[in-house]
């Protein structure tokens, strides 16, 4: 396949959707061939602006009708099961937004098809790609903060974009504030590891209109003896962004609205690291698509997404019973 020009789909036409899309279209080496959406007008459009005639509003006519090689999933997080399963027992490689589903019995429905079929399967962890994050990661793997001991990491807003049909009003489809903050607990495993135990609070509430929780803390024991914690909100629309690792001979922290990375060693030492912007999305998809051509495993696996959404059902779990859980689940 190393060759051969790849044919993708790309299955929901919202924002980001339409942004993968045209990501696709350009890419080298790939072809897009059609796109779909529940909603057909969303996909007709989608066509109509990236100059390609399929459009469909049902992602197994997309699938049963065209020969893909590879699907990109869009859809909402309640979907994402339902169509990677579906493309993956059509034989296609399948690249799926985070988080990668509701529940845990989805994700290994997902992992077992991918297996079954002999498919890649990524998760959409843009974080793994910005120029920021992996310098991070490259440098606690050099050592350059000493062992790692504490990994934190906080997001919180407003109340984000509520979605065509209103889905991220309803923690069923949406899951919960972790629809964002995925992004920041993957980066926490990343760099700290497994996780081995997790305290959670949350509440519900201010917002009358969706039952997805206000805000959510949590704190995590890893099983390196490492320790955590990862704060998210919606009713913050102040704003406030961090992530910080600290290790045995000092820290890195990256903030909110910037590309560097600020460094400073128990010693007093300091350094502030800038880096140039890239384009995160394309460089993801353009290692998804590589992976495909060249039959490597992806940055961002199945198993990296279900690894996340269970520290998130843990400090759900958690807050219900007021007990500290212990991993696996």
């Known amino acids: 396949m190393s ?3 790849l044919r993708v789909g790309v299955a929901g036409c919202g924002g980001l959707g339409r942004t993968e899309a045209k990501i696709v279209h350009d890419l080298d080496g790939v072809e897009l061939v059609g796109v779909c959406d529940v909603v057909l007008a969303n996909a007709k459009q989608a066509a109509a602006d990236l100059g390609i005639e399929k459009a469909y509003s049902n992602h197994r006519q997309l699938i049963e009708e065209n020969d893909l090689d590879c699907l990109v999933v869009v859809t909402p997080t309640y979907t994402h099961a339902e169509v990677t399963v579906d493309a993956a027992n059509a034989g296609l490689h399948v690249f799926c937004e985070k988080p990668m589903a509701i529940t845990l019995q989805e994700c290994d429905k997902m992992l077992a098809a991918a297996e079954r079929n002999n498919v890649k399967l990524m998760i959409g962890f843009v974080r793994r790609f910005q120029p920021n994050y992996r310098e991070m990661k490259k440098r606690v793997d050099a050592g350059a903060i000493g062992a790692v001991r504490l990994v934190q990491s906080v997001r919180m807003g407003g109340r984000p974009p509520v ?3 209103e889905w991220r009003r309803e923690r069923r489809k949406v899951g919960g504030l972790h629809s964002a903050y995925i992004h920041e607990m993957d980066q926490l495993l990343w760099l700290g ?4 135990t997790v305290r959670g609070v949350a509440n519900f509430g201010t917002l009358p209109d969706t039952d997805v929780e206000d805000s959510i803390w949590m704190c995590l024991e890893f099983a390196n003896g490492a320790i955590g914690a990862l704060g998210a909100s919606e009713i913050y629309p102040i704003g406030w962004y ?3 690792v600290g290790g045995t001979e000092g820290a890195m922290k990256i903030a909110g609205g910037t590309t560097a990375i600020i460094l400073k060693k128990h010693s ?3 350094e502030t690291i800038e880096l140039e912007p890239n384009d995160a999305f394309v ?3 353009s290692h998804f698509f590589a992976c ?4 490597q495993q992806p940055l961002a696996t199945g198993m990296d ?3 996340s959404l269970e520290v998130v059902m843990a400090a759900f779990k958690s807050a219900e019973t007021g007990q500290v859980v212990t991993l696996p689940m």
């Open 3 to 5: 060759q051969e020009i």
């Open 163 to 165: 979605g065509i049909g």
């Open 193 to 196: 590891g497994d996780v081995k």
């Open 242 to 244: 961090e992530l910080g």
């Open 268 to 270: 007093g030492d300091s």
């Open 283 to 285: 460089e993801e998809l």
């Open 292 to 295: 495909v051509r060249n039959d």
């Open 305 to 307: 997404g279900r690894r």
